[in-house]
């Protein structure tokens, strides 16, 4: 079974760190891009960032730049993101989603179930 | 970066035919694949249209998803509704460095 397991979320103070993980089983994790995609309590989805197969490419949404770093690691089928200076206005579900390929810029079909993250003081 | 912009909220009766549209504010909607993801009340997004119009196994062929060019603007329809198809629905796309959703539509079936 294809499966996405999101992890390291919680309760976070304004400006702290906190790094999220994503197990992936039932696929060949290193022939595909992965993303995170985070939702605001109440609000619609907001793309993340974004890691090719081979993390030869990646991205960012603007409000998260310099802030957030993505990362892979092919050999243990795992995907993370490093979020530091965390704000307020970072509160949100977050889900690791796989793409269909193994570019960043194509299409998802599989999501996680999400780890929440709330920065409050 | 480009918009996506979706009604914020659609309602039809069961057995009838809904469509979404999802408009794209600047740059060709031909230009990247739409895809259309499906979130019931608290469960995760899937996958319903990617690659504007193409299905995954497991979608009925009551969902379908198009393009128009001239309004530059891509579509969900779905026929025959149920009211299992009552969710939220977002459109996304991308350009060479971003991947963008719409603010998505929440159709209710009543």
Not at chain 2, 82 to 108: H, I, M, P, R, W
Request: contains cysteine; glycine residues 10%; negative net charge.
């Amino acid at each position: 079974e294809v499966q996405l397991v999101e992890s390291g979320g919680g309760l976070v103070q304004p400006g702290r760190s906190l790094r999220l993980s994503c197990a992936a089983s039932g696929f060949t994790f290193d022939d595909y891009a992965m993303h995170w995609v985070r939702q605001a309590p109440g609000k619609g989805l907001e793309w993340v960032s974004g890691i090719s197969w081979n993390s030869g490419s990646i991205g960012y949404a603007d409000s998260v730049k310099g802030r957030f770093t993505i990362s892979r690691d092919n050999a243990k089928n795992s995907l993370y993101l490093q979020m530091n200076s965390l704000r307020a206005e970072d509160t949100a579900l977050y889900y690791c989603a796989k793409a269909i390929t193994g570019v960043l810029q194509d299409a998802f079909d599989i999501w996680g179930q999400g780890t929440m993250v709330t920065v409050s003081s | 970066n480009f918009m996506l912009t979706q009604p914020h909220s659609v309602s039809e009766s069961p057995g009838k035919t809904v469509t979404i549209s999802c408009t794209r504010s600047s740059g060709s909607i031909a230009s990247n694949y739409v895809q259309w993801y499906q979130q019931r009340p608290g469960s995760s997004p899937t996958t319903v249209i990617y690659e504007d119009n193409q299905r995954p196994s497991g979608v009925p062929d009551r969902f379908s998803g198009s393009i128009d060019s001239s309004s530059n603007s891509a579509s969900l329809t779905i026929s025959g509704l149920k009211t299992e198809d009552e969710a939220d629905y977002y459109c996304q796309s991308y350009d060479s460095s971003n991947q963008v959703f719409g603010g998505g539509t929440k159709l209710t079936v009543l």
